[in-house]
């Protein structure tokens, strides 16, 4: 991002970002899966020159990531479902839907006007 940019950044500005590998449910609906989530409350600091400039936070769905699992049914062919996995933690290593927002500050706009007179 240029310079010129930066210092437009504004309070409560953000970036939608998704992380992860994308996958499909047997009913057809894509995710992002992704480990190491932030999930629940969480905001994690964004430092940039030791201030913190913004916050990595969840959004989305955050409390769980959707599973294609077999159902046997005592047949050769399994019955696919979808399920629901919990990933509650703050910081789970069981995977999210791995959607999060960058939330700015003005930190970094201020920091950029100053350095760039």
């Known amino acids: 991002m240029a310079a010129d940019e930066i210092?437009?950044?504004?309070n409560g500005d953000y970036l939608d970002i998704s992380l992860g590998l994308p996958y499909t449910t047997v009913d057809n609906h894509t995710y992002v899966f992704s480990y190491g989530a932030v999930n629940k409350d969480n905001q994690t600091p964004i430092y940039y020159q030791g201030m913190i400039?913004?916050?990595l936070v969840p959004a989305g769905n955050t409390e769980s990531y959707k599973q294609s699992v077999p159902q046997y049914s005592g047949s050769?062919?399994?019955?696919?479902?979808?399920?629901?996995?919990d990933s509650s933690e703050e910081l789970a290593n069981l995977g999210?839907?791995?959607?999060?927002?960058?939330?700015?500050?003005n930190a970094l706009s201020e920091y950029v006007k100053r350095e760039s007179r």
């Open 7 to 10: 210092s437009k950044i504004k």
């Open 53 to 55: 400039v913004g916050y």
């Open 76 to 85: 050769a062919n399994p019955n696919w479902n979808v399920i629901d996995n």
């Open 96 to 105: 999210s839907n791995g959607y999060y927002q960058i939330v700015f500050n």
